[in-house]
Nanobody, 128 residues
Framework: QVQLAESGGGLVQAGDSLRLSCAAS????????MGWFRQAPGKEREFVAV????????YYADSVKGRFTISRDDAKNTVYLQMNSLKPEDTAVYYC?????????????????????WGQGTQVTVSA
């Protein structure tokens, strides 16, 4: 049984940093590309970042590029999202997700349907 558990969310001020973690179990971690999505109240779930199974390729949403960094530690079955220079518009529930492929496909890496497994989410709130 695949399980993804996010942690590291919280309440911070604009300009602060947070690091989210997502611990995975029940899967061969390196066989899965891992993504982060977020969902703000009243909005659709949106893509944030993705990293390939090898860790050699990653992509970011334009809104977070240069501020957020995705990484993975296969020895710990964990994917991270380092978030710097946080803004109030980053406020959302952040979800990690596992794709069924270790590769990233340009046609669909930003679509929730590409990912088979999801965590429960962790709340990030950024005050002005």
């Amino acid at each position: 049984q695949v399980q993804l558990a996010e942690s590291g969310g919280g309440l911070v001020q604009a300009g602060d940093s947070l690091r989210l973690s997502c611990a995975a179990s029940g899967l061969t971690f390196s066989n899965y590309a891992m993504g982060w999505f977020r969902q703000a109240p009243g909005k659709e779930r949106e893509f944030v970042a993705v990293i390939s199974g090898s860790g050699g390729t990653s992509y970011y949403a334009d809104s977070v590029k240069g501020r957020f960094t995705i990484s993975r530690d296969d020895a710990k079955n964990t994917v991270y999202l380092q978030m710097n220079s946080l803004k109030p518009e980053d406020t959302a529930v952040y979800y990690c997700a596992a794709s069924i492929s270790p590769e990233i496909y340009l046609s669909d890496y930003d679509l929730p349907l590409t990912y088979s497994y999801w965590g429960q989410g962790t709340q990030v709130t950024v005050s002005a």
